[in-house]
């Protein structure tokens, strides 16, 4: 069975299939027009909540992609990334320089994590 959540026309924000969580790129909606930490710290929020809502968290990441408008960028993202990341659960990460679909876009991250396993009431 496949859970999808916030389903739109186009796209869902998160399925979980058989334990694993699958995130929609996320980018920043918010404030768009934000500096490229203020962007990361934003989209790094959106990352927690979507995996809360599913019952995981950034110490299950099992992969990650990042998107950069421009991959001289990279220091300050993960200056960015290094303060949220779960200490001693740093995933499997590809970062890369890729066209955002809006120019005023610097980032797009996209997540694959385990969900947590949670006890059963007895």
Known sequence: MI???????????????????YLAGQVPELHPDADLEDQTREVLGHIDRLLHECG???????????FLANIADIGRMNAVWDAW??????????????????????LEIVVVARQMVVPSAS
């Open 3 to 21: 859970e999808r959540l916030h389903v739109g026309p186009r796209l869902s924000e998160a399925a979980i299939c058989a334990g694993t969580v």
């Open 85 to 106: 990341m779960a200490p001693g659960h740093a995933p499997p990460r590809a970062t890369v320089q890729a066209a955002l679909a809006d120019p005023r876009w610097r």
């Open 56 to 66: 995981s968290s950034k110490a299950h990441l099992l992969s990650v992609q990042i």
